[in-house]
């Protein structure tokens, strides 16, 4: 009797691409504040690993340009003026594109999962947990990217999720920026769920253009950072 053939096995991800994604995603989300340093030897020991996989998945993720390497170790990079003008500049131009296409085609399932994650940031902002908002508005906005059906426009949102995410945090932390959020969250859900595109394009261009307006007005800086965005 002939024997059924075994399936491959699959070997699990080297540490080191381990603890890069990991930290790729907190840097997503915004887990970390504007110029955060970033210890090999606390994160080794949170992630109870040694610390050579750290150093090398800092490395690539300094390689990616979304930390800082120096004298002092590893960092977030600073926020600049120039570098949130030209984020929005092309988030504006893309992510009304991609909310509409995602629109169009968004099941039923993907809907309750934005309306979870919408409930959840609202508990969050009523509470003032930061960290629990930014997940539950990360979650909301994978929650509609997954089904931009343009693998490239999705793949270059992604990107723009590695860059934005410091600034996710200086916004959010402001009490008036996650219940702006909440509404235009609330906006797109109805659009997404109504297969709007003109209603979800117009969700992604508000979020976008709310993050700049408190970027720049509202957000707490010394005297040294005025300096640097003027």
Same mark, same amino acid.
């Given at each position: 009797?002939?024997?059924?053939?075994?399936?491959?096995?699959?070997?699990?991800?080297?540490?080191?691409?381990?603890?890069?994604?990991?930290?790729?995603?907190?840097?997503?989300?915004?887990? %970390?504040?504007?110029?955060?340093?970033?210890?090999?030897?606390?994160? $080794?020991?949170?992630?109870?690993?040694? #610390?050579?996989?750290?150093?090398?998945?800092?490395?690539?993720?300094? $390689?990616?340009?979304?930390?800082? &390497?120096? $004298?002092?170790? %590893? #960092?977030?990079?600073?926020?600049?003026?120039?570098?949130?003008?030209?984020?929005?500049?092309?988030?504006?131009?893309?992510?009304?594109?991609?909310?509409?296409?995602?629109?169009?085609?968004?099941?039923?399932?993907?809907?309750?999962?934005?309306?979870?994650?919408?409930?959840?940031?609202?508990? $969050?902002?009523? &509470?003032?947990?930061?960290?629990? %908002?930014?997940?539950?508005?990360?979650?909301?906005?994978?929650?509609?990217? &997954?089904?931009?059906?343009?693998?490239?426009? #999705?793949?270059?949102?992604?990107?723009?999720?590695?860059?934005?995410?410091?600034?996710?945090?200086?916004?959010?932390?402001?009490?008036?920026?996650?219940?702006?959020?909440?509404?235009?969250?609330?906006?797109?859900?109805?659009?997404?769920?109504?297969?709007?595109?003109?209603?979800?394009?117009?969700?992604? #261009?508000? %979020?976008?253009?709310?993050?700049?307006?408190?970027?720049?007005?509202?957000?707490?800086?010394?005297?040294?950072?005025?300096?640097?965005?003027?």
């Amino acid at each position: 009797m002939k024997q059924d053939l075994l399936d491959p096995l699959s070997r699990p991800a080297p540490l080191a691409e381990q603890i890069y994604h990991a930290l790729r995603d907190r840097l997503r989300m915004g887990a %970390f504040d504007a110029e955060a340093r970033l210890a090999e030897s606390v994160l $080794a020991r949170d992630m109870n690993v040694s #610390r050579s996989p750290v150093r090398e998945a800092l490395s690539r993720l300094v $390689a990616d340009g979304l930390l800082d &390497t120096g $004298a002092w170790g %590893f #960092r977030v990079p600073p926020v600049t003026a120039t570098t949130v003008a030209e984020i929005v500049d092309l988030r504006c131009l893309i992510e009304p594109v991609a909310a509409a296409r995602a629109a169009e085609a968004m099941p039923p399932e993907a809907i309750a999962l934005l309306r979870r994650a919408l409930e959840q940031a609202g508990r $969050a902002a009523a &509470t003032g947990n930061l960290d629990a %908002f930014l997940v539950a508005n990360y979650a909301f906005r994978a929650g509609w990217v &997954t089904h931009v059906a343009n693998s490239r426009l #999705r793949d270059t949102l992604a990107r723009f999720d590695d860059q934005a995410g410091t600034l996710r945090r200086m916004t959010f932390a402001l009490p008036g920026a996650r219940e702006e959020a909440l509404g235009m969250m609330h906006d797109g859900l109805g659009g997404f769920a109504r297969r709007d595109p003109d209603a979800a394009a117009e969700f992604a #261009r508000s %979020f976008v253009e709310a993050a700049a307006r408190y970027f720049h007005s509202k957000c707490p800086m010394d005297g040294s950072k005025r300096e640097e965005l003027s």
